[in-house]
């Protein structure tokens, strides 16, 4: 995620896990007072000080996880995630702008990753293709599909952090919040009911949309081995208009329902749905639930800094 706010200058300026740079103006050679950049990164934030806003880009998933995500990170962990991260950074979270945001699941798959069985899979979403993702000199983890308001990724965390088990991230980068919503949302949203409920939906629904290839198809007809081909090559979405691409999505999902052993996509939603639903499931009006394992695992570790187990999310910063 990507933020702008007035944070507080002297908690960011002195902390130990962070150094800054400043420029140096071109005319004189002194060293401007602002703006300021972290050098590197503290458990995947990153900082840019200027003289009147403070932006701060990273995943809160990293910060609370020592610099990885890989491990799940239900409601109950980002809302104690989010409070020590406003804490320790100076953060107003009712002041603080989102400028982008990402979100997503980690479920676990029946099959092993590689970039080459990920792009042959996920095909198409609303006529994009889907790509390798930009690898930046490393391996490629997935693929991604980019569109004006947002993108949708599908990488391995197994390849990602070397895992035994065969973890898969679906996420969404909204990288124009009007995705999501009309009106400004701000870092205290993130723990709204209505949003969490409201990004859960558009979750789901993007797996749905996605055109996934079934290579499991069994009994098809000449027509129906050249219709497979069609639905494998990205380019024949893209030549579609939305009514064709709906009709031709329709006549896919009835021939993978017909003729399909595996019926993966059906699966791979069912997935995504009871994984939403597990990591939300403490979710209770404008309440958030904690489980009774989740109060003695916290207060274990002196993470849960407050006595009672529903946490309301109108008062929940007051605490900070």
Not at 47 to 73: P, R
Not at 144 to 153: F, G, P, R, W
Not at 247 to 256: E, F, G, H, P, T
Request: net charge positive; charged share 25%.
């Amino acid at each position: 995620m990507k933020f702008i706010g007035a944070l507080d200058k002297d908690v960011l300026l002195n902390h130990d896990g962070l150094e800054f740079e400043s420029k140096v103006s071109k005319k004189t050679g002194e060293a401007l007072e602002f703006p300021m950049t972290a050098k590197r990164r503290y458990k995947g934030q990153s900082f840019q000080v200027f003289d009147n806003c403070t932006i701060g880009n990273g995943s809160i998933h990293k910060y609370w996880q020592n610099g990885t995500n890989w491990k799940d990170f239900d409601l109950i962990q980002f809302k104690e995630a989010l409070r020590f991260y406003c804490k320790e950074f100076g953060i107003n979270p009712k002041e603080t702008r989102l400028q982008n945001l990402e979100f997503g699941i980690n479920i676990i798959t029946s099959f092993k990753h590689s970039k080459e069985s990920l792009k042959k899979m996920f095909v198409s979403y609303k006529g994009k293709p889907f790509e390798f993702m930009e690898s930046k000199g490393k391996e490629v983890l997935g693929v991604v599909c980019k569109l004006s308001h947002y993108q949708i990724k599908i990488y391995s965390k197994a390849i990602q952090y070397g895992l035994s088990e065969n973890v898969l991230r679906i996420e969404i980068k909204c990288t124009k919040m009007q995705k999501i919503s009309k009106l400004p949302l701000y870092l205290s949203d993130l723990l709204s009911p209505t949003l969490i409920a409201e990004l859960r939906k558009e979750l789901i629904q993007v797996v749905k949309d996605i055109i996934i290839m079934d290579n499991s198809l069994v009994g098809l007809t000449d027509k129906g081995e050249i219709f497979l081909l069609q639905v494998a090559n990205a380019n024949y979405w893209n030549d579609l208009t939305r009514t064709q691409r709906n009709r031709a999505k329709n006549k896919y999902s009835k021939l993978v329902t017909d003729k399909s052993l595996k019926h993966f996509q059906e699966k791979l939603i069912q997935t995504v749905v009871k994984k939403c639903n597990v990591i939300t499931s403490c979710i209770k009006g404008n309440n958030v639930t904690l489980t009774d394992y989740y109060i003695t695992e916290l207060r274990s570790k002196n993470i849960l800094q407050f006595e009672s187990s529903i946490w309301n999310y109108e008062e929940g910063f007051s605490k900070l």
